[in-house]
């Protein structure tokens, strides 16, 4: 039930910031969404009861629709798409940094709810400090006359979206399935995926600007699809941390490129239209899923051959990346490429000259 409400009032309000976040004073809309986030994570330390529950969940969602769109095309807004996935990169090693750090303290004071509750207001808090150095509410510069993007733009980001919307659920799915087999989290694996997520997301971001958008995608899918049927052969402890390492990499790797992919196909007024559909398709699959009783499917079908399949297709979700048309654009790879080839040549003469 709760995570239900998460994800149906974070679609709703992803939706409707869609349409008007462009025109809004981006300050005012940064400043309600951490302030509702804050609000709900103070407020789990009081959850009781059902009512209660879907209150603080609705909060969370809202929290959630009402920054994730604009924020992420403020990015866009602020970066060059040749400089955008290393951008993307910073942004992801940061906040698993933070993330890590902040689980470390947990498992080393032995915190209970409260403590856990403090450190997540006090990292929510500061999400705030931007607010202070930088002021959003400059006058935003909005181009008023529209400009059409033709129908190719549309159909490319569907493409790049699809193993995207595969991967969440996947990683959802195997969630349930990892749960429900009786493995906790916690354990070795689940410390690594946090570092594997910061590691390979800053790695990505340089990936993604030197050899495109598309390797990234392609290598990640097929980590989670190796991790998969690791789990469809043999559900073990051992196969369970792998799973969860090899998880971290490929959410490294696709945090940063869904980062970029939609501010490198849209116009600066349709980024929130952009970055939204790419956060409501996901967040649309993982609310069906939430729905699915997963302890009754195990009883007919095997968690096992559930794996198996699903890792069949994630290596199948490749098919659309292929088809999609890179984005960052062409001359600009061949261009860092070049700048790079007479950088080394330079050092190579200048280190010759210096021998002579």
């Not at 807004?77 to 750090?101: K, W």
């Not at 909005?142 to 159909?155: G, N, S, V």
């Not at 890792?311 to 490749?318: A, V």
């Amino acid at each position: 039930m709760g995570n239900s409400l998460v994800y149906g009032f974070a679609i709703f309000w992803s939706i409707a910031i869609s349409f008007i976040g462009s025109r809004i004073n981006r300050r005012k809309l940064l400043f309600t969404s951490i302030i509702l986030g804050l609000s709900s994570t103070v407020l789990l330390a009081f959850v009781e009861g059902p009512v209660f529950t879907s209150i603080v969940s609705s909060l969370m969602g809202m929290s959630l629709g009402l920054g994730l769109p604009s924020s992420m095309a403020l990015v866009a807004n602020n970066t060059v798409v040749e400089n955008r996935g290393r951008t993307s990169g910073i942004i992801i090693l940061g906040t698993f940094i933070i993330t890590f750090a902040s689980m470390a303290i947990y498992r080393m004071l032995n915190l209970d709810l409260l403590g856990i509750i403090l450190i997540l207001v006090v990292v929510r808090s500061t999400s705030l400090f931007a607010l202070v150095v930088d002021k959003f509410d400059r006058p935003l510069t909005i181009i008023e006359q529209k400009i059409r993007l033709p129908t190719a733009t549309y159909r490319e980001f569907i493409f790049y979206l699809s193993p995207w919307v595969m991967f969440t659920i996947a990683s959802s799915l195997a969630h349930s399935l990892i749960s429900d087999a009786g493995f906790g989290s916690g354990g070795l694996g689940e410390s690594l995926r946090y570092v594997f997520i910061a590691v390979f997301g800053l790695a990505a971001g340089f990936m993604a600007d030197r050899f495109g958008r598309k390797q990234p995608i392609i290598l990640g899918l097929a980590t989670l699809g190796i991790a998969y049927l690791l789990l469809g052969f043999n559900m073990s402890e051992m196969s369970v941390n792998i799973y969860n390492a090899l998880s971290g990499i490929t959410w490294g790797l696709f945090f940063v490129v869904f980062l970029a992919v939609p501010g490198d196909l849209s116009t600066p007024n349709l980024r929130e239209k952009f970055y939204a559909l790419g956060y409501i398709l996901p967040l649309a699959g993982l609310f069906a899923l939430s729905a699915i009783p997963f302890e009754n499917i195990a009883d007919i079908i095997p968690a096992e051959t559930i794996a198996q399949i699903v890792g069949i297709c994630l290596f199948l979700s490749m098919y659309p990346v292929f088809r999609a048309k890179e984005t960052l654009i062409e001359s600009k790879i061949q261009e860092r490429k070049m700048k790079e080839y007479a950088e080394r040549v330079g050092k190579t003469i200048q280190e010759a000259e210096e021998n002579n």
